[in-house]
Each structure stands twice: as structure tokens, then as C-alpha cells.
């Protein structure tokens, strides 16, 4: 594929962390999901001043389920959990 002249290619950045919410639960996490250009440069695109890179949308992350196994103490279940 070629570009036609005087076209500008822009290379398009994704990236994601672990956002805590609370104190209040063990599992009040959320993935944040943000998007960049690549033609700044990282020098720049990396200083959280910059303010470069745009939150695109916020993933969820549901709590963790205990499975219920009849004759395992509470501590044994929640260690299997994790």
C-alpha cells in the first residue's frame, strides 16, 4: 500500500492501567483505557503534565467469586480465589 503524496501517516497509541476506587472494598478496581498519537514524542507523550494521552473508555472489573466448596474452611475458599 502506498500513500499518496502529501499524506501524513499517524500511528495511533493504546494503553490501560489498574485504576483503585476504594478502601472500602477489596475489589474496587477499574481498567482505564487511553489513546495517544505516536507522532509526539515521548519525551513529551510521557510527562503527566502534557496531558497528551485521552481516556478512550473505563473497563470494569468485576469482583471475584467465591466458589463454595462444601468442607473447606472460609480462609481456605478465599485463598483458592486469588
Known amino acids: 500500500m502506498t500513500l499518496p503524496v502529501g499524506s501524513t501517516l499517524v500511528p495511533v497509541l493504546f494503553a490501560s492501567d489498574t485504576t483503585h476506587l476504594t478502601n472500602f472494598s477489596s475489589d474496587g478496581k477499574v481498567w482505564s483505557l487511553y489513546m ?40 481456605k475458599q478465599e485463598h483458592a480465589a486469588m
Open 36 to 75: 495517544s498519537i505516536g507522532n509526539i514524542r515521548s519525551s513529551i507523550r510521557n510527562k503527566p503534565t502534557s496531558h497528551t494521552w485521552v481516556p478512550v473508555a473505563i473497563l470494569l472489573n468485576s469482583p471475584k467469586r467465591i466458589k463454595k466448596v462444601p468442607g473447606w474452611s472460609k480462609e
